[in-house]
């Protein structure tokens, strides 16, 4: 059974940090596309960071500069580091693996940015 298991979320003041982690088991993911999205009350989920199995990463706009997303070697643990927090960044943030036509979601994990 494929699980992705979402870690490390909370309330952090505005400027501060916070690690994310993501446990994937059940499945071979080295060939895979992991990533983490986010959604916000009353928006719709977006794309915050993904790296590809070649190690190609990609990040969203509004979090270039200040997240920074990496992996294990085998693609088992996906980590996002997030540094001056924002309130704005307020969501509940996902974990994701991808490789056509598979596709895979954790059950999220809350982080808030308080000010």
């Known amino acids: 059974q494929v699980q992705l298991v979402e870690s490390g979320g909370g309330s952090v003041q505005a400027g501060g940090s916070l690690r994310l982690s993501c446990a994937a088991s059940?499945?071979?993911?080295?060939?895979?596309?992991m990533g983490w999205s986010r959604q916000a009350p009353g928006k719709e989920r977006e794309l915050v960071a993904s790296v590809s199995r070649g190690g190609n990463s990609i990040y969203g706009d509004s979090v270039k500069g200040r997240f920074t997303i990496s992996t294990d070697n085998t693609m088992t643990t996906v980590y996002l580091q997030m540094n001056s927090l924002k309130r704005e960044d307020t969501a509940v943030y996902y974990c994701?693996?991808?490789?056509?036509?598979?596709?895979?979601w954790g059950k999220g994990t809350q982080v808030t940015g308080s000010t």
């Open positions: 994701n693996a991808y490789a056509y036509p598979r596709e895979y």
């Open positions: 059940g499945h071979t993911f080295r060939t895979y596309t």
